[in-house]
């Protein structure tokens, strides 16, 4: 499948400049990142399946709809909580889970060092949050372990993703679309996205 669906909208492109500017302070930071962490959920959802009810208005009994699966949204910490208010202020019945990944300096293998998911992964729409996809590496052993763990329905939201880390993504893991508001050019030398906004777990929770 190979997906990658880039939110094209006013609104978001407003609210990217507003993240991406160096002298934006935290507060305004958070406010965008919510902002467009709804956006984002809107399209990460636009296919969740729906079960028809019956409803009745103040007039006459009319069809209703409920979620025909759980969402569940799954942060990859610390940087992936960013995107968690925006995206379950939009579908407030979303479930959370959490995944916290280091790379080994040793190895520069990604490692788990802290797990906690809802119950019931096989089925569920799943959404893995990472405000920054960049090698790719940490997203696609988050996926690889929710897989592990029973998940069958995943999808990767990011606010900016490099071409290096979505080709990683599509190479692991090509069952899984990629939702983004933008793709960007590189990574430098130092593995972060160029342009990019910096590190926006730091910018975020205020620890620059």
Known sequence: ?????????????????????????????????????????????????????EVETPLQKTKGYTPGAEVFVIPILRAGLSLVDGIISFMPDAKVGHIGVYRDEKTHQPVNYYHNFPGGLKGAYTLVVDPMLATGGTGSHAINFLKENGADNIRFVSLICAPEGIKRIHDDHPDVPIITAAVDERLNDDAFIVPGLGDAGDRYFGTL
Do not use: C, Q, W
């Open 1 to 53: 499948m190979k997906e990658v669906i880039e939110v094209e909208h006013p609104v978001v492109k407003r609210y990217l400049s507003i993240l991406r500017d160096k002298n934006t302070d935290t507060a305004p930071f958070r406010r965008a990142m919510g902002t467009i962490g709804t956006v984002l959920a809107y399209r990460a959802l636009e296919k969740l399946p729906l079960n028809e009810i």
